[in-house]
């Protein structure tokens, strides 16, 4: 099992920024896909920005040039840096990880989620 630890979140004013975080551990093998979601009232989740291990990252269209997705491998950390936040960021995020174990010549993924951090954008 891994455990994800998400922070970062609160009240922001709308053009201001917040940093969430989300620390992964347990049985930790290697994870290849570390990705923040949202989701508001009742809303499919949708995702917000992705990191492989080697560094890609890709954004929804909505946080594009606006939130940076970065990721700490030694510490199995990512984190999401969101600026001129607008009252439409108003979500639920989510961090989510891809942990794939390798065995002999076969690998299995497991998606792990965090509990769940409320950002909120209001004046």
């Known amino acids: 099992q891994v455990q994800l630890v998400e922070s970062g979140g609160g009240l922001v004013q709308p053009g201001g920024s917040l940093r969430l975080s989300c620390a992964a551990s347990?049985?930790?093998?290697?994870?290849?896909?570390m990705a923040w979601y949202r989701q508001t009232g009742g809303k499919q989740r949708e995702l917000v920005a992705s990191?492989?291990?080697?560094?890609?990252?890709d954004y929804a269209d909505s946080v594009k040039g606006r939130f940076t997705i970065s990721r700490h491998n030694t510490r199995n950390t990512v984190y999401l840096q969101m600026s001129s936040l607008k009252p439409e960021d108003t979500a639920v995020y989510y961090c989510?990880?891809?942990?794939?174990?390798?065995?002999?010549?076969?690998?299995?993924?497991?998606?792990?989620w965090g509990q769940g951090i409320q950002v909120t954008v209001s004046s």
């Open positions: 347990g049985s930790i093998f290697s994870i290849s896909v």
């Open positions: 990191i492989i291990s080697g560094g890609s990252v």
């Open positions: 989510n990880v891809r942990n794939t174990v390798v065995a002999g010549t076969t690998f299995r993924e497991y998606d792990y």
